[in-house]
Protein backbone atom coordinates (compact mmCIF):
# COMPACT_ATOMS: atom_id res chain seq x y z
CA UNK A 1 0.00 0.00 0.00
CA UNK A 2 1.34 3.55 -0.73
CA UNK A 3 2.15 6.08 1.71
CA UNK A 4 0.11 8.96 2.16
CA UNK A 5 2.97 11.19 1.14
CA UNK A 6 3.48 8.93 -2.22
CA UNK A 7 -0.03 9.37 -2.79
CA UNK A 8 0.18 12.89 -2.94
CA UNK A 9 3.16 13.32 -5.04
CA UNK A 10 1.22 11.13 -7.62
CA UNK A 11 -1.41 13.31 -7.59
CA UNK A 12 0.54 16.41 -8.05
CA UNK A 13 2.76 14.78 -11.02
CA UNK A 14 -0.47 13.85 -12.21
CA UNK A 15 -1.80 17.16 -11.99
CA UNK A 16 0.96 18.64 -13.43
CA UNK A 17 0.91 16.29 -16.31
CA UNK A 18 -2.72 17.45 -17.33
CA UNK A 19 -1.32 21.10 -16.85
CA UNK A 20 1.37 20.34 -19.43
CA UNK A 21 -1.00 19.75 -21.59
CA UNK A 22 -3.91 22.68 -21.11
CA UNK A 23 -0.59 25.07 -21.49
CA UNK A 24 0.29 23.87 -24.88
CA UNK A 25 -3.43 23.95 -25.56
CA UNK A 26 -3.41 27.66 -24.33
CA UNK A 27 -0.24 28.74 -26.18
CA UNK A 28 -2.05 27.80 -29.45
CA UNK A 29 -4.81 29.08 -28.85
CA UNK A 30 -2.36 32.27 -28.39
CA UNK A 31 -1.21 31.86 -31.30
CA UNK A 32 -4.24 31.26 -33.52
CA UNK A 33 -4.70 34.85 -32.39
CA UNK A 34 -1.59 36.73 -32.48
CA UNK A 35 0.68 34.78 -35.10
CA UNK A 36 -1.25 31.59 -37.17
CA UNK A 37 -1.85 31.67 -40.93
CA UNK A 38 -5.46 31.64 -41.58
CA UNK A 39 -4.48 28.42 -43.66
CA UNK A 40 -3.64 26.60 -40.76
CA UNK A 41 -7.07 27.08 -39.20
CA UNK A 42 -8.84 23.74 -40.01
CA UNK A 43 -5.69 21.54 -38.92
CA UNK A 44 -4.71 23.62 -35.55
CA UNK A 45 -8.52 23.24 -34.51
CA UNK A 46 -8.21 19.59 -34.99
CA UNK A 47 -4.79 19.70 -33.13
CA UNK A 48 -6.62 21.65 -30.35
CA UNK A 49 -9.18 19.36 -30.01
CA UNK A 50 -6.67 16.37 -29.95
CA UNK A 51 -5.13 18.11 -27.20
CA UNK A 52 -8.46 18.74 -25.44
CA UNK A 53 -9.36 15.37 -25.50
CA UNK A 54 -6.01 14.05 -23.68
CA UNK A 55 -6.23 16.53 -20.71
CA UNK A 56 -10.35 15.95 -20.35
CA UNK A 57 -9.15 11.98 -20.21
CA UNK A 58 -5.97 12.47 -17.81
CA UNK A 59 -8.51 14.92 -15.53
CA UNK A 60 -11.59 12.05 -15.44
CA UNK A 61 -9.17 9.15 -15.07
CA UNK A 62 -10.02 6.37 -12.85
CA UNK A 63 -6.49 6.72 -11.76
CA UNK A 64 -7.09 10.53 -10.81
CA UNK A 65 -10.22 9.37 -8.99
CA UNK A 66 -8.66 6.93 -7.10
CA UNK A 67 -6.21 8.83 -5.64
CA UNK A 68 -8.53 12.44 -4.62
CA UNK A 69 -11.14 9.59 -3.43
CA UNK A 70 -7.97 8.09 -1.16
CA UNK A 71 -6.54 11.08 -0.69
CA UNK A 72 -9.64 13.42 0.63
CA UNK A 73 -10.64 10.35 3.42
CA UNK A 74 -7.29 11.14 4.67
CA UNK A 75 -6.86 15.21 4.26
CA UNK A 76 -6.91 15.66 7.99
CA UNK A 77 -3.36 14.14 7.98
CA UNK A 78 -2.05 16.48 5.38
CA UNK A 79 -1.05 20.18 5.61
CA UNK A 80 -3.81 22.86 5.51
CA UNK A 81 -2.70 24.00 1.60
CA UNK A 82 -2.49 20.00 0.35
CA UNK A 83 -6.01 19.37 2.08
CA UNK A 84 -7.21 22.11 0.48
CA UNK A 85 -5.88 21.17 -2.82
CA UNK A 86 -7.21 17.92 -2.95
CA UNK A 87 -11.06 19.27 -2.24
CA UNK A 88 -10.78 21.98 -4.65
CA UNK A 89 -9.40 18.85 -7.44
CA UNK A 90 -12.06 16.77 -6.31
CA UNK A 91 -14.85 19.36 -7.21
CA UNK A 92 -13.34 19.52 -10.43
CA UNK A 93 -12.52 16.20 -10.87
CA UNK A 94 -16.79 15.56 -10.35
CA UNK A 95 -17.98 18.54 -12.77
CA UNK A 96 -15.09 17.22 -15.83
CA UNK A 97 -16.34 13.55 -15.25
CA UNK A 98 -19.97 15.02 -16.55
CA UNK A 99 -18.76 16.26 -19.53
CA UNK A 100 -17.85 12.92 -22.61
CA UNK A 101 -14.65 13.37 -24.23
CA UNK A 102 -16.90 13.54 -27.28
CA UNK A 103 -18.63 16.63 -26.44
CA UNK A 104 -15.09 18.59 -25.41
CA UNK A 105 -13.89 17.60 -29.09
CA UNK A 106 -16.84 18.88 -30.86
CA UNK A 107 -16.57 21.99 -28.09
CA UNK A 108 -13.04 22.14 -28.74
CA UNK A 109 -13.33 22.53 -32.68
CA UNK A 110 -16.85 24.63 -32.76
CA UNK A 111 -14.49 27.22 -30.88
CA UNK A 112 -11.41 27.34 -33.42
CA UNK A 113 -14.28 27.59 -36.37
CA UNK A 114 -16.22 30.49 -34.44
CA UNK A 115 -13.32 32.41 -33.60
CA UNK A 116 -12.10 32.53 -37.13
CA UNK A 117 -15.68 32.97 -38.32
CA UNK A 118 -15.67 36.24 -36.43
CA UNK A 119 -12.70 37.39 -37.19
CA UNK A 120 -14.29 37.48 -40.82
CA UNK A 121 -17.36 38.79 -39.68
CA UNK A 122 -15.58 41.63 -38.21
CA UNK A 123 -13.66 42.79 -40.84
CA UNK A 124 -16.76 42.45 -43.23
CA UNK A 125 -18.95 43.93 -40.44
CA UNK A 126 -21.45 41.22 -41.22
CA UNK A 127 -22.92 39.89 -38.09
CA UNK A 128 -24.55 36.77 -40.67
CA UNK A 129 -20.97 35.42 -41.75
CA UNK A 130 -20.49 34.53 -37.94
CA UNK A 131 -24.20 33.39 -36.69
CA UNK A 132 -24.18 29.64 -37.70
CA UNK A 133 -21.12 28.84 -36.04
CA UNK A 134 -22.51 30.85 -32.92
CA UNK A 135 -25.41 28.73 -33.03
CA UNK A 136 -23.42 25.76 -32.93
CA UNK A 137 -21.44 27.26 -29.81
CA UNK A 138 -24.52 27.92 -27.98
CA UNK A 139 -26.57 24.89 -28.85
CA UNK A 140 -23.29 22.76 -27.80
CA UNK A 141 -23.31 25.22 -24.44
CA UNK A 142 -27.02 24.51 -23.82
CA UNK A 143 -26.20 20.65 -23.86
CA UNK A 144 -23.27 21.02 -21.69
CA UNK A 145 -25.61 22.68 -18.81
CA UNK A 146 -27.53 19.59 -19.19
CA UNK A 147 -24.53 17.33 -18.65
CA UNK A 148 -23.35 19.33 -15.36
CA UNK A 149 -26.71 19.95 -14.03
CA UNK A 150 -28.72 22.68 -12.32
CA UNK A 151 -30.99 23.77 -9.67
CA UNK A 152 -32.80 26.73 -10.84
CA UNK A 153 -31.45 28.15 -13.88
CA UNK A 154 -29.26 26.56 -17.14
CA UNK A 155 -27.16 29.44 -16.87
CA UNK A 156 -25.89 28.94 -13.18
CA UNK A 157 -24.32 26.06 -14.84
CA UNK A 158 -21.70 27.98 -16.63
CA UNK A 159 -21.80 31.13 -14.45
CA UNK A 160 -20.41 28.44 -11.58
CA UNK A 161 -17.36 27.56 -14.55
CA UNK A 162 -16.05 31.07 -13.91
CA UNK A 163 -17.09 32.67 -10.34
CA UNK A 164 -18.06 29.65 -8.19
CA UNK A 165 -21.25 29.48 -6.46
CA UNK A 166 -22.81 32.90 -8.50
CA UNK A 167 -26.12 32.31 -9.41
CA UNK A 168 -28.98 33.87 -11.88
CA UNK A 169 -30.96 35.09 -8.31
CA UNK A 170 -27.98 37.15 -6.77
CA UNK A 171 -26.70 38.11 -10.20
CA UNK A 172 -30.36 39.97 -10.89
CA UNK A 173 -30.35 41.65 -7.35
CA UNK A 174 -26.80 42.61 -8.60
CA UNK A 175 -27.57 44.17 -11.95
CA UNK A 176 -30.57 45.45 -10.69
CA UNK A 177 -29.16 47.83 -8.68
CA UNK A 178 -27.02 48.27 -11.87
CA UNK A 179 -29.47 49.46 -13.91
CA UNK A 180 -30.93 51.33 -10.90
CA UNK A 181 -28.11 53.20 -9.33
CA UNK A 182 -26.12 53.61 -12.29
CA UNK A 183 -28.49 54.94 -14.63
CA UNK A 184 -29.19 57.52 -12.11
CA UNK A 185 -25.60 58.58 -11.28
CA UNK A 186 -24.79 59.23 -14.92
CA UNK A 187 -28.21 61.36 -15.73
CA UNK A 188 -27.04 63.64 -12.61
CA UNK A 189 -24.00 63.81 -13.81
CA UNK A 190 -24.57 64.87 -17.29
CA UNK A 191 -27.55 66.73 -16.40
CA UNK A 192 -25.65 69.05 -14.11
CA UNK A 193 -22.32 69.23 -15.05
CA UNK A 194 -20.37 70.94 -17.92
CA UNK A 195 -18.44 67.79 -20.23
CA UNK A 196 -14.41 68.84 -21.33
CA UNK A 197 -13.54 68.89 -24.44
CA UNK A 198 -11.65 65.18 -25.41
CA UNK A 199 -11.75 65.56 -29.04
CA UNK A 200 -7.76 66.22 -28.60
CA UNK A 201 -7.80 62.37 -28.29
CA UNK A 202 -8.98 61.83 -31.69
CA UNK A 203 -6.02 63.44 -32.99
CA UNK A 204 -2.88 61.24 -34.78
CA UNK A 205 -0.09 59.33 -32.37
CA UNK A 206 2.12 57.28 -34.00
CA UNK A 207 1.41 53.18 -33.56
CA UNK A 208 5.47 52.69 -33.12
CA UNK A 209 5.30 55.34 -30.44
CA UNK A 210 2.20 54.52 -29.27
CA UNK A 211 3.49 51.04 -28.96
CA UNK A 212 6.74 52.20 -27.07
CA UNK A 213 5.05 54.14 -24.33
CA UNK A 214 2.96 50.89 -23.63
CA UNK A 215 5.79 49.13 -22.81
CA UNK A 216 6.82 51.66 -20.22
CA UNK A 217 3.61 51.31 -18.70
CA UNK A 218 3.74 47.74 -17.94
CA UNK A 219 7.06 47.50 -17.00
CA UNK A 220 6.11 50.80 -14.63
CA UNK A 221 3.42 48.40 -12.82
CA UNK A 222 5.91 45.69 -12.44
CA UNK A 223 5.08 43.47 -15.12
CA UNK A 224 8.48 41.16 -15.63
CA UNK A 225 9.38 40.76 -19.42
CA UNK A 226 11.52 37.94 -18.90
CA UNK A 227 8.61 36.28 -17.73
CA UNK A 228 5.90 37.62 -20.39
CA UNK A 229 5.89 39.65 -23.06
CA UNK A 230 3.31 41.72 -25.28
CA UNK A 231 1.84 41.37 -29.01
CA UNK A 232 -0.78 43.03 -31.01
CA UNK A 233 -4.57 40.77 -31.38
CA UNK A 234 -7.70 41.68 -32.31
CA UNK A 235 -9.08 41.70 -29.04
CA UNK A 236 -7.02 42.53 -26.20
CA UNK A 237 -6.59 39.43 -23.59
CA UNK A 238 -4.10 37.66 -21.01
CA UNK A 239 -3.08 33.98 -21.17
CA UNK A 240 -0.75 32.42 -18.72
CA UNK A 241 1.39 28.93 -19.69
CA UNK A 242 2.76 29.51 -15.99
CA UNK A 243 3.58 31.99 -13.42
CA UNK A 244 6.88 32.38 -15.52
CA UNK A 245 5.36 32.66 -19.21
CA UNK A 246 2.46 35.35 -19.12
CA UNK A 247 1.59 36.82 -22.45
CA UNK A 248 -0.54 39.90 -23.18
CA UNK A 249 -1.98 41.41 -26.18
CA UNK A 250 -2.70 44.57 -27.03
CA UNK A 251 -4.84 46.95 -29.48
CA UNK A 252 -3.70 50.14 -31.55
CA UNK A 253 -5.50 52.75 -33.08
CA UNK A 254 -3.83 55.93 -34.62
CA UNK A 255 -7.01 58.07 -33.73
CA UNK A 256 -7.60 56.74 -30.77
CA UNK A 257 -5.37 57.04 -27.52
CA UNK A 258 -6.84 55.25 -24.97
CA UNK A 259 -7.31 52.00 -26.59
CA UNK A 260 -3.75 51.27 -26.43
CA UNK A 261 -3.23 52.50 -22.79
CA UNK A 262 -6.52 51.13 -21.56
CA UNK A 263 -5.59 47.72 -22.94
CA UNK A 264 -2.05 47.77 -21.22
CA UNK A 265 -3.06 48.79 -17.80
CA UNK A 266 -6.31 46.15 -17.73
CA UNK A 267 -4.27 43.85 -19.31
CA UNK A 268 -1.66 44.20 -17.16
CA UNK A 269 -3.22 43.88 -14.10
CA UNK A 270 -4.38 40.34 -15.42
CA UNK A 271 -1.26 39.49 -15.69
CA UNK A 272 0.28 40.65 -12.58
CA UNK A 273 -2.29 38.58 -10.71
CA UNK A 274 -1.07 35.24 -12.79
CA UNK A 275 2.94 36.20 -12.13
CA UNK A 276 2.14 36.29 -8.61
CA UNK A 277 1.09 33.17 -7.99
CA UNK A 278 2.56 30.32 -6.64
CA UNK A 279 4.65 28.43 -9.06
CA UNK A 280 5.66 25.79 -6.55
CA UNK A 281 1.68 24.80 -6.59
CA UNK A 282 1.62 24.99 -10.86
CA UNK A 283 -0.72 22.57 -12.48
CA UNK A 284 -2.50 22.31 -8.68
CA UNK A 285 -5.36 24.54 -7.75
CA UNK A 286 -3.38 26.76 -5.12
CA UNK A 287 -1.50 27.77 -8.04
CA UNK A 288 -4.34 28.70 -9.82
CA UNK A 289 -6.71 32.29 -9.42
CA UNK A 290 -9.70 32.41 -7.02
CA UNK A 291 -11.85 33.61 -10.20
CA UNK A 292 -12.75 35.49 -13.29
CA UNK A 293 -14.25 37.84 -10.44
CA UNK A 294 -11.14 37.90 -8.62
CA UNK A 295 -9.14 38.11 -11.90
CA UNK A 296 -11.08 40.92 -12.50
CA UNK A 297 -11.02 42.84 -9.77
CA UNK A 298 -7.24 43.16 -10.45
CA UNK A 299 -7.27 44.22 -14.20
CA UNK A 300 -10.24 46.68 -13.07
CA UNK A 301 -8.42 48.42 -10.08
CA UNK A 302 -5.37 49.02 -12.08
CA UNK A 303 -7.15 50.41 -15.11
CA UNK A 304 -9.99 52.33 -13.53
CA UNK A 305 -8.40 53.48 -9.37
CA UNK A 306 -4.72 53.52 -10.81
CA UNK A 307 -4.80 54.18 -14.62
CA UNK A 308 -7.75 56.63 -14.73
CA UNK A 309 -6.33 58.53 -11.59
CA UNK A 310 -5.00 62.13 -11.58
CA UNK A 311 -1.47 60.38 -9.48
CA UNK A 312 -1.25 58.39 -12.18
CA UNK A 313 -0.94 61.11 -14.27
CA UNK A 314 0.94 62.95 -12.90
CA UNK A 315 3.16 60.65 -12.87
CA UNK A 316 3.30 60.03 -16.67
CA UNK A 317 1.64 63.16 -18.41
CA UNK A 318 4.63 64.67 -19.32
CA UNK A 319 6.64 61.35 -20.32
CA UNK A 320 3.85 61.24 -22.54
CA UNK A 321 3.64 64.59 -24.32
CA UNK A 322 7.23 64.20 -25.48
CA UNK A 323 6.03 61.43 -27.28
CA UNK A 324 3.07 63.57 -29.00
CA UNK A 325 4.42 67.00 -28.80
CA UNK A 326 1.89 67.96 -31.96
CA UNK A 327 -1.19 65.80 -30.46
CA UNK A 328 -0.99 66.98 -27.02
CA UNK A 329 1.14 70.08 -27.31
CA UNK A 330 -1.66 72.36 -26.33
CA UNK A 331 -3.13 70.12 -23.69
CA UNK A 332 -2.46 70.42 -20.01
CA UNK A 333 -2.69 67.44 -17.48
CA UNK A 334 -5.86 68.72 -15.97
CA UNK A 335 -7.19 68.59 -19.19
CA UNK A 336 -5.70 64.66 -19.99
CA UNK A 337 -7.15 63.59 -16.92
CA UNK A 338 -10.50 65.20 -17.22
CA UNK A 339 -11.03 64.28 -20.77
CA UNK A 340 -9.94 60.41 -20.22
CA UNK A 341 -12.53 60.19 -17.53
CA UNK A 342 -15.77 61.97 -19.31
CA UNK A 343 -19.08 60.46 -19.12
CA UNK A 344 -20.77 58.88 -22.83
CA UNK A 345 -22.34 56.27 -23.74
CA UNK A 346 -20.60 54.59 -26.46
CA UNK A 347 -21.22 51.87 -28.61
CA UNK A 348 -17.61 49.93 -27.25
CA UNK A 349 -17.30 48.49 -23.85
CA UNK A 350 -13.62 47.84 -23.73
CA UNK A 351 -13.39 52.01 -24.11
CA UNK A 352 -16.55 52.81 -21.81
CA UNK A 353 -16.32 55.09 -19.17
CA UNK A 354 -16.55 53.37 -15.45
CA UNK A 355 -20.36 54.11 -15.07
CA UNK A 356 -21.89 53.11 -18.67
CA UNK A 357 -19.23 50.25 -18.44
CA UNK A 358 -21.64 48.07 -15.97
CA UNK A 359 -24.72 48.89 -18.33
CA UNK A 360 -22.20 47.47 -21.21
CA UNK A 361 -22.19 44.23 -19.22
CA UNK A 362 -25.78 44.61 -18.19
CA UNK A 363 -26.86 44.10 -21.66
CA UNK A 364 -24.36 40.80 -22.42
CA UNK A 365 -25.47 39.11 -18.86
CA UNK A 366 -29.19 39.77 -20.54
CA UNK A 367 -28.77 38.20 -23.77
CA UNK A 368 -26.75 35.46 -22.33
CA UNK A 369 -29.46 34.25 -19.99
CA UNK A 370 -31.71 34.70 -23.11
CA UNK A 371 -29.69 32.60 -25.50
CA UNK A 372 -29.10 30.08 -22.57
CA UNK A 373 -32.73 29.47 -21.40
CA UNK A 374 -34.24 29.58 -25.25
CA UNK A 375 -35.74 32.75 -24.95
CA UNK A 376 -33.44 34.77 -27.52
CA UNK A 377 -32.78 33.04 -30.69
CA UNK A 378 -29.06 33.77 -32.42
CA UNK A 379 -30.87 34.26 -35.64
CA UNK A 380 -32.65 37.34 -33.53
CA UNK A 381 -29.07 38.05 -31.19
CA UNK A 382 -28.04 41.73 -33.67
CA UNK A 383 -31.45 43.09 -33.41
CA UNK A 384 -31.93 42.61 -30.31
CA UNK A 385 -28.24 43.73 -29.17
CA UNK A 386 -28.97 46.87 -31.04
CA UNK A 387 -32.94 47.30 -29.41
CA UNK A 388 -30.71 47.17 -26.12
CA UNK A 389 -28.41 49.54 -26.73
CA UNK A 390 -30.83 52.28 -27.92
CA UNK A 391 -33.28 51.28 -24.82
CA UNK A 392 -30.65 51.63 -22.27
CA UNK A 393 -27.69 54.12 -23.60
CA UNK A 394 -29.57 55.95 -26.45
CA UNK A 395 -27.44 54.33 -28.58
CA UNK A 396 -27.80 53.56 -32.54
CA UNK A 397 -25.07 50.59 -33.01
CA UNK A 398 -23.93 51.63 -37.16
CA UNK A 399 -22.51 48.41 -37.80
CA UNK A 400 -21.89 44.67 -36.20
CA UNK A 401 -18.83 45.59 -35.64
CA UNK A 402 -19.26 47.64 -32.74
CA UNK A 403 -22.05 46.08 -32.31
CA UNK A 404 -23.03 42.46 -31.39
CA UNK A 405 -19.35 41.69 -32.85
CA UNK A 406 -17.11 43.50 -30.83
CA UNK A 407 -16.43 41.10 -27.92
CA UNK A 408 -14.01 37.89 -28.87
CA UNK A 409 -15.85 35.81 -26.10
CA UNK A 410 -19.16 33.92 -27.34
CA UNK A 411 -17.00 33.25 -30.31
CA UNK A 412 -14.51 31.52 -27.46
CA UNK A 413 -17.92 30.05 -26.09
CA UNK A 414 -16.89 31.56 -23.12
CA UNK A 415 -20.64 31.99 -21.61
CA UNK A 416 -20.79 33.55 -17.96
CA UNK A 417 -17.79 35.46 -18.00
CA UNK A 418 -19.06 38.78 -18.38
CA UNK A 419 -20.75 39.11 -15.04
CA UNK A 420 -17.59 38.64 -13.81
CA UNK A 421 -16.48 42.17 -15.30
CA UNK A 422 -19.16 43.74 -13.17
CA UNK A 423 -18.26 41.81 -10.46
CA UNK A 424 -14.56 42.17 -10.38
CA UNK A 425 -15.40 46.41 -11.02
CA UNK A 426 -17.01 46.26 -7.25
CA UNK A 427 -14.56 43.82 -5.84
CA UNK A 428 -11.82 46.43 -7.31
CA UNK A 429 -13.42 49.44 -5.46
CA UNK A 430 -13.77 47.63 -2.13
CA UNK A 431 -10.00 46.07 -2.26
CA UNK A 432 -8.74 49.90 -3.63
CA UNK A 433 -10.49 51.36 -0.68
CA UNK A 434 -8.51 48.78 1.85
CA UNK A 435 -5.33 49.34 0.22
CA UNK A 436 -5.83 52.62 0.79
CA UNK A 437 -6.55 52.36 4.16
CA UNK A 438 -3.40 50.26 4.51
CA UNK A 439 -0.85 52.33 2.78
CA UNK A 440 -2.08 56.55 3.76
CA UNK A 441 0.61 57.62 0.94
CA UNK A 442 -0.48 55.29 -1.72
CA UNK A 443 -1.77 57.70 -4.02
CA UNK A 444 1.56 59.78 -3.49
CA UNK A 445 3.67 56.49 -4.12
CA UNK A 446 1.76 56.55 -7.34
CA UNK A 447 2.51 60.09 -8.54
CA UNK A 448 5.93 58.91 -8.21
CA UNK A 449 5.29 56.28 -10.34
CA UNK A 450 5.96 54.16 -7.59
CA UNK A 451 3.69 50.78 -7.87
CA UNK A 452 5.37 48.65 -5.99
CA UNK A 453 4.04 49.48 -2.34
CA UNK A 454 0.33 48.72 -4.31
CA UNK A 455 1.76 45.23 -6.22
CA UNK A 456 3.32 43.89 -3.01
CA UNK A 457 0.12 44.51 -1.12
CA UNK A 458 -1.84 42.36 -3.83
CA UNK A 459 0.66 40.06 -3.65
CA UNK A 460 0.11 39.70 -0.03
CA UNK A 461 -3.39 39.70 0.41
CA UNK A 462 -4.72 38.36 -2.57
CA UNK A 463 -2.57 36.38 -5.20
CA UNK A 464 -0.11 34.41 -3.10
CA UNK A 465 -3.35 32.27 -1.79
CA UNK A 466 -4.73 31.01 -5.07
CA UNK A 467 -7.31 29.24 -5.09
CA UNK A 468 -7.15 28.57 -1.07
CA UNK A 469 -10.61 30.77 -0.62
CA UNK A 470 -13.51 31.72 -2.93
CA UNK A 471 -14.36 35.30 -3.89
CA UNK A 472 -16.47 35.84 -1.00
CA UNK A 473 -14.59 34.44 1.55
CA UNK A 474 -11.27 36.35 0.22
CA UNK A 475 -13.07 39.47 0.17
CA UNK A 476 -13.97 39.54 3.86
CA UNK A 477 -10.10 37.97 4.93
CA UNK A 478 -9.00 41.57 3.35
CA UNK A 479 -11.84 43.59 3.86
CA UNK A 480 -13.64 42.62 6.74
CA UNK A 481 -16.92 41.88 5.11
CA UNK A 482 -18.52 40.61 1.99
CA UNK A 483 -18.86 42.12 -1.45
CA UNK A 484 -20.76 45.57 -0.92
CA UNK A 485 -22.04 47.41 -4.16
CA UNK A 486 -21.30 51.31 -1.60
CA UNK A 487 -18.04 50.91 -2.32
CA UNK A 488 -18.34 51.35 -6.00
CA UNK A 489 -20.90 54.06 -5.69
CA UNK A 490 -19.28 55.57 -3.81
CA UNK A 491 -16.19 56.02 -5.72
CA UNK A 492 -17.25 56.94 -8.57
CA UNK A 493 -19.88 59.95 -6.61
CA UNK A 494 -16.62 61.15 -5.12
CA UNK A 495 -14.47 60.97 -8.23
CA UNK A 496 -17.25 62.72 -10.72
CA UNK A 497 -18.22 65.07 -8.28
CA UNK A 498 -14.61 66.61 -8.51
CA UNK A 499 -14.48 65.93 -12.33
CA UNK A 500 -17.41 67.50 -12.87
CA UNK A 501 -17.62 69.99 -9.96
CA UNK A 502 -20.89 68.77 -9.10
CA UNK A 503 -22.06 69.20 -4.83
CA UNK A 504 -21.84 65.14 -3.68
CA UNK A 505 -25.98 66.30 -1.96
CA UNK A 506 -26.93 66.72 -6.24
CA UNK A 507 -25.08 63.37 -7.11
CA UNK A 508 -27.10 61.83 -4.32
CA UNK A 509 -30.48 62.57 -5.22
CA UNK A 510 -33.44 60.13 -6.41
CA UNK A 511 -34.23 61.16 -10.23
CA UNK A 512 -37.28 59.40 -12.03
CA UNK A 513 -35.96 57.92 -15.19
Same mark, same amino acid.
Given at each position: ???????????????R??????S??????W????? @?P?????????????L??? @?????T? =?E??????????????????? @??????????????????????????A?????????????K???????????????????HK??????????????L????????????D?????I??????????????????????????????K???????L??????????????? +????????? +? +?R?????????E???L??????????????Y??????E?????????? =??????S????????????? =???????????K?????L?D??L?????????? @???????????????L??????????????????????????????????G?????????????????????????????????A???????????????????????K???????????????K????????????????????ID??????S??????L??????I??
Amino acid at each position: MSTLRTKYELYVTHMRKIQDVNSSIALMHWDNEVN @APIKGVKLRGQQIATLSAV @AHDWSTS =SELEQLLTSLYSQRHALSENE @ARNIELSLERFNTEKKLPTKFIKLFSAAQTNAFHSWLKARKAKDYSIFKNDLKIIVDLLKHKTDLIGYKNHPYDALLNEFEKGATVKQLDVLFGNIRNELVVLAKNIMDNGNPSDKEFLKRHFDKKKQWDFGIELLKQMGFDFEAGRQDI +SEHPFTTAF +S +SRDVRVTTRIEEGNLLELIGGCVHEGGHALYEMGLESEYYGLPLGMAT =SLGIHESQSRLWENHVGLSL =SYWKANFESMKKLFPVALGDVTLIQFYKAINQL @APNCLRTVADEIHYHLHVLIRYEIEKGLIDGSIEVESLEEIWNQKYKDLLGIVVPHSTYGVLQDVHWAEGLFGYFPTYSLGSLYAAQFFAKASEDLPDLQEQISQGNMKGLLEWLRTNIHQYGKKYDSEELCKRITGEGLNFKYFIDYAKEKYSHIYNIPLDVLNKEIEI
